[in-house]
């Protein structure tokens, strides 16, 4: 069985760098030949288990078996709303036993290092495996272009490198 992976951009602000940079990762995948799955919490409207997070769970969620997971600072931590869409799944069918990536990101110097560390336990209580390399982006805004684009190549490189890691993983 080949691996189906998906990314989780883990904001609902609209227009968000996060969701910028969780685009990245899904041109990387694609040039590697693998096309993942894409979610974003943006426009977030499920508080519960509705038949659309039912649905999104039973088409996309289910049978993915490694997540990259795209999430900004908000307080030290990670966007509530991340935090709600595990709350909300059928935890032992959409995460035990998976695999996942992360990635922070922040205009601030630390690149959310402590929302990875949340997050990192959140999904260890899930039963979910987390790769070692998790990668902070500090100063993502002066990192991208007007069109979003990423360009400082020392991100680039270290984008490149996890993800190759994580296919291997």
Known sequence: MSEIYTIVSGTNRPGSNTEKVARHYQEVLKSKQITPHFVTLEGWKYVDRTPEYTQLEQDILIPTSKFIFV????NGSIPGVLKLMFDISDYKKVWWGKKAL??????????NLRGLEHLTSILHYLRVVVHPNKLPISLVDKMMH???DIHDTGTLRAIEMQVSEFIQF
């Open 146 to 148: 007007g069109s979003g």
């Open 71 to 74: 999430s900004p600072e908000y």
């Open 102 to 111: 992360l990635t922070g990101v922040a205009t601030g110097r630390g690149g």
